[in-house]
């Protein structure tokens, strides 16, 4: 029952982009991204109007942070020294950044970005005010594939959440509030999650609990983004769920359609043909696979169907450290990357839905492509019977 990643994972991080760094002639790598910083140190922090600047030289790793992460940073052994600015915009990160590469000889890096991104209403300086900056996007590229460890947290990810969306299917019922019931059950999931992982559990969350399940209700499930919408469930009503848990900082993915008491035919007819699209995904993929083939794939079925103009987005995506990540199982992916196929390691959720002008009908499955095939992680019942309550 994996709760953490090893301490080997971070090793093997840092000395891939020390092997992506020799073969340039800059000085250092550097990352302003607050996944990228966690993916190689295992630093995690909110990315904020503070920004934190991390450089690795082929024999150091040294990082900037406000002075209020300071005591959140120093213990971790896999950074080497840590310089401070006080705030910002009254300190300077930036300068405060550039002066940490001026000590440690840095003149030309590699960037994912030529200074911290403007949230929160930070502005700038560039990075390039200060030193010879190249762009590259070599940590995203590494999360495609996942390693086995990382693979075991999403799974053990997908067991709590799969806890948290039985104790919303049992909660729910006729006269009940969405968000009260999205609460609960998302705090009792999380009660059993931690008093069974207990000290083992490394605490990445921040206010909500590790396990989070809900659902969209009404005129929102037509909508793949819609809100929780402020009505008591009532017979017939058709729900879009949601489940996840955070395990060492990885998430999964698990969404069913369910219905409240009852179901109409065409519920019904939906519910099956989308199911059957989720499955076709499913049956498409594999090592080598292109990514592309398997949209096309459902939307050649959609169209057998007579539901393509129901179809309002790609089939999936990859999953990981964020709740979204690439590589994409999209048609026009392939356009963009040469290598644009499955691999080991990869793991995706696989949704296509269906909405008409009333109500929508989506199931999402996290899958990981392994070897020889895929595995389901996700494991929820995907029937109709199992998801009328």
């Known amino acids: 029952m994996p709760a953490t990643l090893p301490a080997e994972e971070y090793r093997t991080r840092l000395t891939a982009v020390r092997t992506k760094l020799a073969e340039t002639d800059a000085d250092a790598a550097a990352f302003f991204s607050a996944t990228s910083i966690d993916y190689l140190t295992g630093f995690d922090h909110i990315q904020t109007e503070r920004p934190v600047f991390l450089v690795v030289t082929p024999d150091a790793v040294a990082i900037t942070v406000p002075r209020l992460e300071v005591e959140r940073v120093e213990p971790n052994s896999r950074i080497d020294r840590v310089v401070s600015y006080f705030d910002y915009p009254g300190g300077h990160p930036i300068e405060t950044a550039a002066e940490l590469c001026g000590e440690l000889g840095v003149e030309r890096v590699v960037a994912d970005a030529d200074g911290a991104p403007g949230v929160m209403g930070y502005e700038g300086p560039p990075l390039s005010d200060f030193l010879a900056v190249t762009e590259q996007s070599w940590v995203p590229r590494m999360r495609w594939a996942k390693s086995d460890a990382e693979v075991a947290l999403i799974r053990e990810s997908a067991k709590w959440a799969n806890l948290g969306h039985r104790y919303l299917a049992e909660y729910t019922e006729r006269g009940a509030h969405p968000a009260t019931v999205s609460q609960e059950a998302s705090t009792d999931a999380s009660r059993v999650m931690l008093d069974t ?5 490394e605490a990445r969350v921040r206010g909500d609990g590790p396990v989070h399940a809900g659902y969209i209700s009404g005129d929102e499930t037509r909508l793949p983004h819609g809100h929780t919408p402020n009505e008591q469930l009532s017979e017939g009503d058709v729900l879009i769920t949601g489940a996840s848990a955070n395990v060492g900082g990885y998430v999964s993915e698990l969404e069913r359609t369910m219905f409240v008491g009852s179901y109409t035919d065409e519920d019904e007819h939906y519910f ?23 949209d096309r794939a459902v939307h050649a079925r959609a169209e057998e169907h007579g539901v393509s103009d129901l179809l309002r987005h790609h089939v999936g995506h990859n999953i990981g450290l964020d709740g979204h990540e690439p590589p994409y199982i999209d048609r026009g992916w392939g356009e963009r990357f040469d290598d644009a196929t499955m691999e080991p390691g990869h793991v ?3 949704e296509p839905g269906l909405y008409t002008d009333e109500v929508g009908y989506r199931h999402s499955d996290t899958v990981a492509v392994t070897e020889d095939g895929t595995e389901r992680l996700t494991f929820f019942p995907r029937d109709i019977e199992s998801n009328t309550v």
């Open 197 to 201: 992982l207990g000290d083992r559990y």
């Open 272 to 294: 099956e043909v989308m199911c059957d699209l989720q499955e076709t995904a499913i049956e498409a993929m594999g090592p080598g696979v292109e990514l592309a083939a398997v």
């Open 348 to 350: 995706y959720t696989i």
